[in-house]
């Protein structure tokens, strides 16, 4: 489980996926896909606010997979974090709506 998957539904782009004429193979792809570029996203927004050192720790947090560490670190160390993840991925999110509504129509 990712340390953001309270904060982030997915769910709607799913379903979005469901509307296209693809294999479940090719969704499966997809959505594991939208899953990777998300979590790319939220990483950049959290790495951005932090420092060099900052950065060290927390990839060591979650590489370590301790979700406790992970948000009292991230708490301390940017004001708003979970706000400014949620702002990230609904940016993200709402992108890949507009490309998945892009993709119905030519299909």
Do not use: G
Request: glycine residues 0%; charged residues 35%.
């Amino acid at each position: 489980m990712k340390f953001y998957s309270h904060l982030i539904e997915i769910e709607s782009i799913i379903l979005e996926l469901d509307h296209l004429d693809l294999s479940d193979k090719e969704k499966k792809h997809l959505a594991s896909l939208i899953d990777d570029n998300l979590h790319q996203c939220i990483l950049d927004a959290v790495l951005s606010h932090l420092t060099p050192e900052d950065k060290k720790t927390f990839i060591n947090h979650l590489n370590a997979k301790d979700q406790e560490k992970i948000w009292e670190f991230l708490n301390n160390k940017v004001e708003n974090i979970e706000e400014k993840i949620k702002v990230a991925a609904k940016d993200l999110k709402t992108k890949i709506h507009k490309d998945l509504k892009i993709a119905k129509r030519i299909s």
